[in-house]
DNA sequence: AGCACGCCGACT
DNA sequence: GTCGGCGTGCTC
């Protein structure tokens, strides 16, 4: 009896966007057995050898070539399920990328010695109570409805001082007490380290696992097969553990979808928002898009009725929101130079005396690190430029010479190029010299920074002030007593189309961190809608405004954007190339450099798909010809 | 990407 | 007559 052999269609390691498709090989009668849906195989491949992916395993073929025998099995994991494989193609297609390219975020580095190890069984989870999510209108219900096994969606928005980590994890058992997986995901290692110490306080020990690059290969890997395994069905991670391998994911969480973090930073560049609800969408999953802010893509989440709106009452809000208390900017670096206390407000220098004196924690968000990041002609206020190469002159510490940011010359006679003049003052204060002021103005009192490259994970207890650049303000237990946000003008006017919608969400993750009965001062206009958005506590009113402001304006999410970046005259020409009923409008291009310039596309959402495939076609085209590459980002981050 | 096949100029 | 240019085209 001479049973046919069975036949794998291989996703190749390779990242041609002219090979983006499955080749199908025979299987061996030796490997038979093992040759599964998700497993590494190497296979001949033209006249190499390379390594790939089983995607899927079937009795015949419609190659009516010669097919060639799979070469080796690699492993017989199953890294792959069929999920994650559907998922990983849906991703590719909405970035114009490669299925390759999504599975190399997807699946982790393999490590031979981890899957040697040990298997263990599944832990049951209990079924929470509904812990604080009471707080929410709707908000019972929506843990109810994940113990039932339906699948709810929320956007929901925390209220200030929300133990987040721990409604997440709360979320996460009610889903895996049903006996459905949960995948949750979190902006950076210092959020995922909080909502790990979560899981592990309310599902006990062993019931989950987190998955992030900071692990390291093989921690990592040790992770992602756990949950590929079965041994655990809640994962929590970054941004590539939205593909973590959880069988019969019952709940898709992102928390604050608007950190620029969740962008992957490969092509295709994929939102680790995009996969969780694409995964939403294609397993019929729960989804939770959470965060103190709200970004348009969530608002239009609920517009369109595909997530409800998950808030608390104004009563909840009001009580749990600290004081806040818009002031005017009433600082002039140019009648100070020195410095001193002028950048404090009066109402903030209150706030903080009040809070200290109950020997409670202060923070002081402040756009920039360093000392003096950016300075000018103390005469004629052009921007102080380096006289070797043009970077932008700052200043490293009190009386020192001012220093290039970008080849480091220590410009000692600094002479303005417009006016001749020989001294400087300061554009923007960065976090150093804020704490340096701080310590002056409270000299009895602790005094610490928290900045990008020195990060501080939590704050000191008692009378201390936390000076922190947005993003990695340390929580303090039980709260800051006041919150004060610095030289907000810094994160109000910058060029990108986000500026204000992403000083709202770090102000309001800063404001999160005080004490409900704190103070949060913030040093600008309380007329800006961003700032009533903030003192209200209302960041859907802002992201509805902030929807209808782009929509008109034809600004994504209502429309989809693509950019394309490529030698001079290549992306017009590949744009030429589109047919017409796609209705792509052509922005640009702009010289990137002197050889290269960037076209964006414009289409309507409904067309974004079509628009994604056709470019992903002409890629490979394009790159069977051996024409020059042009870039594809879809969504671009600075359009976005 | 590699590496084939494939049809036109100057060389043993 | 042959060696070799790199222009399309395929890789199960």
Redesign the pocket.
């Known amino acids: 009896m001479n049973e046919s052999p069975a036949i794998a269609a291989v996703c190749i390691d390779?990242p041609?966007p002219?090979?983006d498709?499955?080749?199908?090989?025979?299987i061996p009668e030796d490997m038979a057995a093992q040759v599964k849906p998700g497993c590494r195989v190497r296979?001949?491949?033209?006249?190499?050898k390379v390594s790939g992916f089983v995607i899927a395993v079937k009795p015949s073929?419609d190659?009516t070539?010669?097919?060639?025998w799979i070469s080796d099995l690699v492993s017989p994991e199953p890294v792959v399920t069929a999920e994650v494989a559907a998922l990983a193609r849906a991703v590719a297609d909405r970035y114009a990328g490669t299925l390759t390219d999504v599975l190399r975020l997807a699946v982790p580095e393999r490590r031979v010695r981890v899957e040697a190890e040990n298997r263990s069984e599944p832990l049951p989870v209990a079924a929470p109570i509904d812990g604080d999510w009471k707080r929410y209108i709707a908000g019972e219900a929506f843990l109810r409805a994940l113990r039932e096994t339906k699948s709810p969606k929320a956007v929901w928005n925390a209220l200030a001082g929300e133990d987040w980590p721990a409604r997440l994890a709360e979320a996460a058992a009610a889903t895996a007490s049903a006996g459905r997986g949960a995948v949750l995901v979190v902006p950076d290692q210092a959020d995922l380290d909080r909502l790990d110490a979560a899981l592990e306080a309310i599902l006990g020990p062993d019931r989950h696992v987190t998955l992030s690059a900071q692990l390291g290969p093989t921690k990592r890997y040790r992770s992602f097969l756990k949950a590929a395994r079965g041994e655990v069905r809640i994962v929590a991670g970054t941004r590539a553990a939205a593909f973590a391998p959880v069988a019969d994911l019952g709940l898709v969480a992102i928390w604050d979808d608007g950190d620029e973090s969740h962008v992957d930073r490969h092509a295709p560049y994929p939102h680790a928002r995009e996969v969780v609800l694409t995964r939403a969408n294609l397993s019929g999953a729960a989804c939770l898009v959470g965060g103190y802010g709200r970004t348009p893509q969530a608002q239009l989440l609920v517009e369109t009725e595909w997530a409800v709106s998950m808030v608390a009452s104004r009563d909840e809000i009001r009580s749990a929101t600290p004081r806040i208390v818009p002031v005017g900017d009433e600082s002039d670096l140019e009648r100070d130079p020195s410095g001193g206390t002028a950048r404090l407000p009066t109402v903030a220098w209150e706030a903080a005396r009040a809070a200290l004196a109950k020997h409670q924690p202060v923070l002081v968000q402040v756009p920039r690190r360093g000392y003096v990041p950016a300075v000018s002609c103390q005469r004629c206020r052009t921007r102080a430029a380096c006289p070797n190469c043009s970077g932008p002159l700052r200043l490293l510490g009190a009386r020192r010479a001012p220093v290039c940011g970008w080849c480091g010359v220590v410009a000692e006679d600094f002479r303005c190029a417009e006016c001749g003049g020989t001294r400087v003052r300061a554009i923007v204060i960065g976090a150093e010299r804020t704490a340096e002021e701080l310590a002056q103005a409270f000299p009895d009192t602790q005094v610490v920074e928290s900045t990008g490259v020195n990060r501080l994970d939590a704050a000191p207890q008692g009378a201390a002030v936390v000076v922190a650049t947005p993003g990695v303000e340390p929580p303090a237990q039980g709260g800051y007593g006041a919150v004060l946000l610095l030289d907000t003008w810094a994160l109000l006017t910058r060029a990108e189309l986000t500026a204000s919608e992403e000083a709202l969400r770090r102000w309001m993750n800063a404001v999160a961190l005080a004490r409900h009965d704190g103070t949060a001062v913030v040093v600008a206009d309380g007329g800006l809608a961003v700032v009533q958005a903030l003192i209200r506590w209302d960041p859907a009113w802002f992201a509805l405004q902030e929807l209808e402001d782009r929509s008109e304006l034809g600004f994504p999410p209502v429309m989809r954007f693509a950019a394309l970046t490529g030698p001079n005259g290549e992306a017009e020409k590949l744009a030429a190339d589109l047919p017409a009923d796609l209705g792509a409008e052509a922005i640009g291009p702009i010289p990137v450099d002197e050889h290269t310039e960037r076209l964006l596309l414009r289409v309507r959402r409904r067309d974004g798909a079509a628009l994604a495939s056709t470019l992903a076609k002409a890629t490979a085209e394009r790159?069977?010809?051996?024409a020059e590459?042009v870039r594809i980002q879809i969504d671009p981050r600075e359009i976005a």
């Open positions: 390779q041609l002219q090979l498709r499955l080749f199908d090989y025979l296979v001949r491949f033209g006249r190499r073929t190659f070539g010669k097919l060639l790159a069977g010809s051996k590459p």
